[in-house]
């Protein structure tokens, strides 16, 4: 993939840890997303951050200030 655009980065959103360490393989940034409410929540995120992930989201609320910080 990253042969066909040469100078990006890829960008990886995802609010489970399928497909982490192949995205890390390639040496993308993976956002993690929450999603659930209490305790799911918090096992979620507890999931994201041994897995990883190099940021974790609130939600998909706040996707706007994300690319502008790219």
Request: net charge negative.
């Amino acid at each position: 993939v990253l042969a066909h655009y040469p100078g990006y980065t890829l960008l990886y959103f995802n609010d489970w840890f399928d497909g982490i360490k192949e995205v890390k393989s390639l040496g993308g940034i993976i956002f993690g997303v929450l999603n659930g409410e209490g305790r799911e929540r918090e096992f979620v995120r507890e999931v994201l951050a041994a897995e990883g992930v190099d940021f974790i989201l609130e939600g998909w609320h706040g996707w706007q200030e994300i690319f502008p910080a790219l």
